[in-house]
């Protein structure tokens, strides 16, 4: 059985006849772009979708229903390029397989009919200039179809679905982790306190508020008055452990969206957010402006490796950026952008800002130094860097993580992947330590 990693690019599209000017298809044509922005260019799924043309004229109900097909194409991709492997002389161009991988996954993974899955396969080649394979899409498409769930038949489906690096940089959390990627993920809300949350919602041990997947957060009652804020139950811990006390000089560096922010300014902390990129900082605004906290928060556009504060601080909530392994359930992309290389980077970035958020603390202050990552060079690796810049460690206590004793390392860290509360539905993955400045 063969193990497959994203596919690479053949750096030519396939031209022919049937072309249209206009979409017939949103959805799939959306699709398309998001799979092959991922596939042959290593763009993030929301940025592949931005990038699509068909996406900016699209309706909202389209873009969604674009977004959860390219998105299971993303999660099923190795077993759907294995089911496909047998139907194949040869390895067809690159928009051609994204053609095909959209069909199979409407078949075996969507529960589309038949004739939509394939006719509608069929009709996006054509569309995208590549109707000289429109035939190979409705031989293969329709064979796949007559043996249905039987092509899943000995497949180690959780396996083919992560590419094999990042399977074995898990250990033994890859196979509970990989259990949890194959289905969309639920949406979880933290509540403003003395907000009452929404009907329907499931109170889980830490108080998210858990709602099924594909519920729609600007439909509940409560959202446009800032009630509550999304925000998954493992991304809560991070400023919940900093525990920022009422009248606490705290920063939340790399800030956005912001949920953590608002945490911290609930609990009375005063607070300054800081945040880089600008469009980053534009939805961090408005997310504490809906939950009125825009007059509260100190907002900074700022490198937080050089930004520092005019006076030291009690506390720092540091969430850096990182390979968002964690979040894979949410952004199966990044399971195909990600490369081995790029971690070394990544985690010199944190290490960097891990450094400048110790200088900004007032002796004895403490740090929360957290990632959404499942890698250990930036788990791990960097909170025993952050004791060798001179940091004291200060391991979480196990009173602390009463409702998640399974997250609690023996170091006193954090630990969350995908494959814990699997039964409500799993988590983000997340890691998290806390020091405290000599």
Same mark, same amino acid.
């Given at each position: ?76 991709? +190795? ?14 161009? /690159? ?7 959209? +069909? ?89 306190? +003395? ?29 446009? /008055? ?32 912001? +949920? ?14 800081? /945040? ?134 023996? /170091? ?27």
């Amino acid at each position: 059985m063969k193990q497959t990693s994203a596919p690479r690019s053949s750096g030519r599209r396939a031209t022919g006849r049937g072309a249209q000017a206009a979409p017939a298809d949103p959805t799939r044509d959306i699709a398309f772009d998001i799979v092959t922005g991922v596939i042959e260019h290593r763009r993030m799924l929301e940025t592949s979708m931005e990038n699509s043309p068909v996406a900016r004229q699209a309706e909202p109900r389209d873009r969604a229903a674009a977004h959860r097909l390219g998105a299971s194409v993303l999660r099923h991709m +190795g077993t759907a390029t294995e089911v496909l492997s047998p139907f194949l002389k040869k390895e067809p161009p /690159e928009p051609v397989r994204a053609v095909l991988l959209i +069909g199979v996954a409407q078949l075996l993974f969507l529960g589309t009919p038949v004739h939509a899955a394939v006719a509608t396969s069929v009709a996006l080649a054509r569309r995208r200039g590549l109707a000289p394979f429109a035939g190979l899409v409705n031989a293969v498409l329709r064979r796949i179809a007559q043996k249905g769930d039987g092509c899943l038949d000995g497949l180690d489906q959780e396996r083919l679905d992560v590419p094999p690096w990042l399977w074995a940089s898990w250990g033994r959390m890859a196979r509970p982790i990989a259990a949890a990627l194959g289905t969309e993920p639920p949406l979880d809300l933290s509540m403003r306190p +003395g907000c009452l949350p929404p009907p329907g919602g499931e109170l889980l041990p830490n108080g998210t508020v858990r709602f099924a997947a594909g519920t729609r957060v600007t439909e509940l009652p409560g959202f446009a /008055e800032g009630a509550f804020w999304v925000q998954d139950a493992a991304a809560s811990l991070p400023a919940r452990l900093l525990d920022a006390k009422a009248g606490e000089r705290v920063a939340d560096l790399c800030a956005a969206p912001g +949920g953590k922010t608002a945490q911290l300014a609930l609990a009375g902390a005063d607070v300054t957010a800081v /945040e880089r990129d600008p469009r980053r900082l534009e939805r961090l605004g408005a997310n504490l402006a809906r939950l009125q906290l825009g007059d509260v928060v100190k907002v900074v556009q700022a490198d937080a490796t050089q930004w520092r504060p005019d006076a030291p601080l009690d506390a720092v909530l540091l969430d850096a950026p990182c390979s968002a392994t964690g979040t894979v359930r949410r952004h199966p992309d990044a399971l195909w952008i990600k490369r081995p290389r790029d971690l070394a980077a990544l985690a010199a970035g944190q290490q960097a800002l891990l450094k400048a958020a110790g200088d900004m603390l007032r002796p004895g202050g403490r740090l929360v130094y957290a990632v959404c990552s499942l890698q250990p060079e930036e788990g791990p690796a960097c909170a025993r860097a952050a004791e060798e810049m001179g940091l004291i460690a200060d391991p979480f206590t196990p009173e602390e993580l009463a409702f998640l004793p399974q997250a609690h390392t023996p /170091e006193g860290w954090v630990r969350t992947h995908p494959g814990m509360w699997a039964e409500q539905g799993g988590m983000d993955g997340f890691f998290a330590a806390r020091f405290r400045k000599g």
